[in-house]
């Protein structure tokens, strides 16, 4: 019997540690293989993309014996298979290369645009969380009313319009007509020469050095583009917060909550929408994480030097050195933050943490 | 629902009222500051701002305003050159020996003398590093071999370059103003430069400080380059040590946007003092407003499109005369490129030495139609056509689309980003290719020899100009009188070769020459003395002032 039960506990144990060993190996075989796939797409992309890559460091006007050399130095007239070796191993020891376009090194490079979009992305997720959650709840609880149709309407047009008509019209609005906004770019040019930035969030650098006017003026550039993507993610999130909420209302200890005579807003606010909250964690993470890839027309609108565009151009002149390094910081952002939002998950929903 | 529709309406009409309040409300005025000139201008094609390697037509202009030259185009005769750098300059008896004579106490921005030496190292260090715009020299019969001697200081002040043939002496100067023939300063090249390990494709131990110049500068012109961040902006400052006229405004700043929409609005605002990329209804818009003024000027850039004689129907001398009566050139001219373009039919773009402004061609259908059926092609053909997706190409390819239907021959656009047509027409594998062609360099050889000018017309031609692309086999007698035209001494001779041979190319070439570029500006009326010039490497700024 005793001696039943200590292999069967030394066997829980094993399977227990093991369990976790296989969750550590799976989880690294996915982000192995993840990230090989990505090697193998985006070099699969820059090969059958009917561009001549020699093009986009020559230039358009080259004559045709600088345009072979070029190729020659790139290693474009190596067998495919050679290519993608050099390509990987390449990217395995952190060499991303210089990007032919900007001369940089390409890290120099996404340092220098990856803040620009990342600031973006994150006024825009603020702007949509702290907007799209209560509107959400609202439609929820109103369900059927006239202010669901009214959320529904916002939503809908927030997804379906199209980026650039908005932003067109928005800086037309705002920009133009209202001028409550700053437009081109991140900030006005009289900062060119003042203002030295130290992590590239040009928000944060001018709090800590105290600068109220560079911080003003990167708020009014950053307000109408950053409000333009939370508009969108503000859709998908309401969206998504009044199903949640709808399926939480129909819960038994929601009745039992009536029952028990609390307000109707404790009940909504802090037992419905903190069960709700669990599953839009990663409805917000994966908003966030899709904005940070740059929104390459928002960009383009708002002469924002992010790195939508950056990857964009890149592509667009089989710069593969950058478009692989772009790649490859969106790949192990959007892999960061799936995981914090899983921790997330673990610490609000006690359910998963004892599983 | 009455009650809530009467809400609705209420909330509605609140938000309408609100709306009007604030947009009668009094706008207080952005303004750049007083010293900057800020132009708004897409500047994405900026791959580096050495001279001796940038060949992009944004390129030219900042190189321009920031280096100088041994000579420069007349500003107001663009078919004569005048001196920049050189006092003065004589040209051999045989035509081949020019020695050019320097202003005196020249200096560089960083300090230093600017020499005849310095002009020698910036041809040695262009014709060495053999980049995109290298073959302008060495088309002069220049080598990494001989460059030292050719191009060389016989002392501090005086600058011999020796050709190899005896060339019209308008074309060397034409050449020497281009950006290539820029002068660098070769103390601060040469601080930067990094050893190279000589190879096969690389001869030399050092890079002539290449890498640090994609970014860097070296200059003696009206303003320095301080800075360029691609997509960005390019950051230009006062140079104290230019010899010329002082450039009137501390700062230049253009800023990169790429939409047109979005600089009218900064102009507007007055974020901007110059949008570069106005499209024809912003400019429209722009045209009518207090404040505001615009500009423009020819440029030597031409759009066209080429019919691949490897395709049989399209080799047809009957088509390719039919296809210039298939476009409906008056109604391109009034509305497509209305005021970013004119209507043109030669190669040679108005302002260059000899062009011509002949108009032969208009819609004929007719007549295209009896000449299809001469060709035997009487109920039409099928043909594609590869179209970059931008403005203006991509309306006047559906404009021809239309007008050939109405002759019987289906075209078929193929879309394709810019790089991607350009691959394929360098390839020789499309049908008919659009596109535009701007001058390698202001002279008229640069566009005779594309257009005329075709060896070997193999796959393997290793002259790839426009004519070998669309595999023409160029009749001998306009190859040779393009080539003639190189070695005429006398200018008004050589202008005349050209205005002939302009009209027979018009005449039987695969070429459909539609209009020469227009480009345009809107600035804001504050600016004294902004001028566009007459090509990309003339858009000076340095005179440009504020009120």
């Known amino acids: 019997m005793t001696l039943n039960d200590t292999t069967a506990a030394t066997r829980r144990k094993r399977s227990r540690s093991s369990s976790t060993g296989k969750a550590v190996l799976r989880f690294l075989v996915t982000v192995v293989t993840t990230f090989l796939g990505l090697l193998a797409v985006t070099f699969f992309i820059g090969r059958v993309i009917p561009i001549d890559p020699a093009l986009a460091i020559v230039g358009d006007r080259a004559p045709a014996h600088v345009v072979e050399r070029v190729r020659e130095q790139l290693g474009l007239n190596l067998p495919l298979y050679q290519q993608f070796y050099f390509y990987v191993r390449d990217a395995l020891t952190g060499n991303f290369g210089t990007s032919v376009l900007t001369t940089n090194p390409v890290m120099e490079d996404i340092r220098r645009v990856f803040p620009a979009t990342m600031e973006l992305a994150t006024v825009g997720t603020v702007f949509g969380a702290l907007f799209g959650i209560p509107l959400g709840v609202l439609a929820a609880v109103k369900r059927g009313s006239i202010a669901d149709q009214i959320v529904r309407v916002v939503g809908l047009i927030g997804y379906s319009v199209p980026i650039f008509w908005l932003g067109l019209l928005s800086l037309v609005l705002f920009y133009a007509k209202l001028r409550w906004v700053a437009y081109p770019g991140r900030l006005d040019i009289v900062y060119e020469y003042t203002f030295t930035p130290i992590t590239g969030f040009f928000l944060f650098d001018s709090l800590v050095q105290g600068q109220w006017d560079v911080f003003w003026d990167a708020f009014r550039h950053i ?16 969206r998504m917060t009044r ?7 129909q819960q038994e200890y929601i009745v039992a909550a009536r029952a028990k005579g609390l307000s109707e807003t404790r009940i909504i606010w802090f037992h419905a929408l903190r069960n709700a909250a669990v599953p839009l964690i990663t409805v917000i993470a994966l908003s966030y994480a899709g904005l940070l890839e740059g929104s390459v027309l ?3 609108i708002f002469s924002w030097p992010g790195l939508g565009l950056y990857i964009t151009n890149s592509l667009q002149n089989a710069d593969m050195n950058a478009v692989l390094g772009g790649t490859i910081i969106v790949g192990s952002v959007f892999i960061a933050i799936n995981l914090l939002s899983d921790l997330l998950y673990r610490t609000l929903d006690p359910r998963t943490r004892s599983r | 629902m009455m009650n809530s529709l009467n809400r609705r309406v209420r909330i509605l009409s609140a938000g309408a ?5 604030t947009l009668a409300a009094p706008q207080a005025f952005a303004a750049t500051p007083a010293d900057t000139l800020v132009e708004g201008f897409a500047i994405d094609d900026i791959i580096t701002i050495d001279p001796g390697e940038a060949f992009e037509l944004s390129t030219a202009e900042v190189t321009a305003n920031s ?3 041994l000579v420069g185009l007349d500003p107001a005769d663009t078919s004569k050159v005048v001196g920049d750098l050189a006092e003065s300059w004589t040209v051999s008896d045989d035509g081949m020996t020019y020695t050019f004579k320097l202003k005196p106490d020249l200096k560089f921005a960083s300090g230093n003398p600017l020499t005849a030496e310095d002009v020698a190292f910036s041809f040695e260090r262009a014709v060495k590093l053999d980049k995109s715009p290298a073959f302008l020299l060495t088309q002069f019969g220049l080598t990494g071999d001989n460059v030292t001697e050719k191009a060389k200081a016989t002392d501090a002040t005086t600058f011999t370059f020796t050709v190899d043939k005896a060339y019209a002496p308008s074309f060397v100067l034409n050449v020497l103003t281009a950006t290539v023939a820029s002068v660098v300063d070769k103390k601060v090249v040469m601080e930067h430069a990094k050893p190279m390990t000589p190879s096969a494709e690389y001869k030399y131990d050092t890079d002539f400080g290449n890498e640090w110049m994609k970014t860097g500068y070296a200059g003696s012109g009206p303003y320095k380059t301080m800075a360029w961040r691609a997509n960005e902006a390019v950051i230009m400052e006062a140079n104290p040590n230019y010899y010329g006229e002082k450039p009137k405004l501390k700062r230049v700043i253009y800023r990169h946007m790429k939409e047109s929409s979005g600089q009218r609005l900064a102009l507007e605002n007055g974020d901007i003092d110059v949008a570069r990329n106005l499209e024809p209804n912003d400019l429209k818009a722009i045209e009518g407003k207090d404040g505001l003024s615009s500009t423009s000027a020819p440029k030597g850039t031409i ?5 691949n004689q490897k395709n049989e129907n399209l080799a047809k001398p009957e088509v390719v005369e039919a296809m210039k009566y298939l476009v409906d050139y008056d109604a391109i001219g009034a509305t497509l490129i209305k005021g970013i373009g004119e209507i043109h039919q030669t190669f040679l773009p108005k302002g260059q030495l000899g062009a011509s402004d002949e108009k032969p061609y208009k819609l004929d259908v007719a007549k295209a139609k009896e000449l299809l059926e001469k060709a035997g092609l009487k109920d039409g053909f099928s043909v594609t056509m590869d179209v970059r997706n931008t403005q203006p190409v991509t309306g006047i390819a559906e404009s021809v689309q239309q007008t050939l239907a109405q002759a019987g021959i289906k075209l078929s656009i193929i879309p394709g980003d810019g790089k991607q047509t350009l691959t394929k027409y360098r390839a020789r594998t499309h049908d008919i290719y659009i596109g535009q062609w701007g001058s390698d360099y202001f002279d008229p050889n640069s566009n005779a020899e594309t257009f005329t000018v075709n060896p ?62 227009t480009e345009v500006a809107g600035y804001s009326s504050k600016l004294k003395g902004y001028k566009l010039g007459p090509s990309f490497d003339t858009n000076f700024v340095h005179t440009v002032s504020k009120d």
């Open chain 1, 223 to 238: 307000i109408l583009p950053g409000a333009l993507l939370g508009y969108f993610s503000l859709a998908y999130i309401s």
């Open chain 1, 243 to 249: 199903s949640f909420m709808l399926n939480e209302l």
């Open chain 1, 298 to 300: 928002t960009e383009t």
């Open chain 2, 17 to 21: 009222a609100l709306a009007l309040i």
């Open chain 2, 67 to 69: 280096y100088s030259k």
């Open chain 2, 303 to 307: 759009y066209y499109f080429s019919l």
């Open chain 2, 456 to 517: 070997d017309n193999s796959d393997e031609g290793k002259s790839k100009t426009l004519a070998w692309r669309n595999a023409w086999d160029v009749p001998k007698e306009l190859s040779d009188a393009s080539k003639g035209a190189l070695l005429e001494k006398d200018a008004a001779k050589r202008a005349a070769i050209y205005q002939d041979l302009q009209k027979k190319v018009a005449a039987v070439s695969p070429f459909v020459i539609v209009f020469q570029q």
